[in-house]
């Protein structure tokens, strides 16, 4: 089945300063991947998406990457803000089987 | 258009008890996931219910947990005489039928499950 790896686990930058947090995945039949950001006691939000017929997709500060060939995804978030404390999951799916697997994520802390 | 619900938000229950934990999906959607999140953890696939069906129920240990998702009413995540390992947050997911965006899964607020 589908194996997520994603790191790093915990992540810290100054604030204005860009984060990027990468994952691999083993399903060469995977052609969904989605990121959700937790923050602290609430639900999981879907933060950005992107599907296998493209490489980059991006939404104001937030950019995602995906090169199928080396099987490898990667978020991107430039000028940091204190809000964007969370932590971040980053998921592959694939019509195979229609489930989800989530990395373990990474929590990123915005120093000031 | 209502988000996923679930109930309760938090339940205590002590050991050998049953937990019930309920998750009715957005509207307009008919696939329902269950994740459990254990405390500074990811989340963890538990199983894939289309309305009546169970899709893929591979990440469920498969004694104690059951699920269903009747023809009406909400999604049900049952957990039999519950051990303090039981203890997390679990959360249920939602999805469209089909079309484009049919995989986006959009995440209730999570049952909080205590077991003392």
């Known amino acids: 089945g589908e194996n997520v790896e994603q790191h790093p686990s915990t992540l810290s930058v100054q604030e204005g300063d860009s984060a990027v947090i990468k994952c691999t995945y083993s399903?060469?039949?995977?052609?969904?991947f989605p990121w959700y950001k937790q923050e602290l006691g609430k639900r999981p939000q879907l933060i950005i998406d992107?599907?296998?017929?493209?490489g980059e997709k991006k939404d104001q500060r937030i950019a995602v990457t995906l090169n199928k060939t080396a099987k490898h995804f990667s978020l991107h978030i430039t000028e940091t803000q204190p809000e964007d404390s969370a932590v971040y999951f980053c998921?592959?799916?694939?019509?195979?089987?229609?489930?989800?697997?989530f990395g373990k994520g990474t929590r990123l802390h915005i120093l000031p | 258009n209502a988000g996923v619900m679930q109930n309760p938000r938090h339940l205590v229950r002590r050991r050998g008890q049953e937990a019930r934990l309920r998750c009715s999906p957005m509207?307009?959607?008919?696939?329902v996931y269950w994740y459990r999140q254990l405390p500074e953890e990811g989340l963890k696939f538990m199983v894939y219910?289309?309305?009546?069906?169970?899709?893929?129920e591979s990440g469920m240990p498969k004694e104690r947990f059951s699920a269903e998702f009747p023809k009406e009413g909400p999604s049900i995540l049952r957990i039999q005489q519950v051990v303090r390992g039981d203890s997390a947050a679990y959360f249920c997911?939602?999805?469209?039928?089909?079309?484009?965006?049919?995989?986006?899964?959009?995440f209730g607020p999570g049952t909080r499950l205590t077991v003392t």
């Open positions: 997911a939602s999805s469209p039928l089909s079309g484009s965006s049919s995989y986006e899964q959009y």
């Open positions: 399903d060469s039949a995977s052609n969904y």
């Open positions: 992107i599907r296998s017929n493209v």
């Open positions: 998921a592959a799916s694939s019509r195979r089987d229609d489930k989800i697997i």
């Open positions: 509207k307009g959607h008919s696939h």
């Open positions: 219910l289309q309305k009546e069906n169970i899709i893929d």
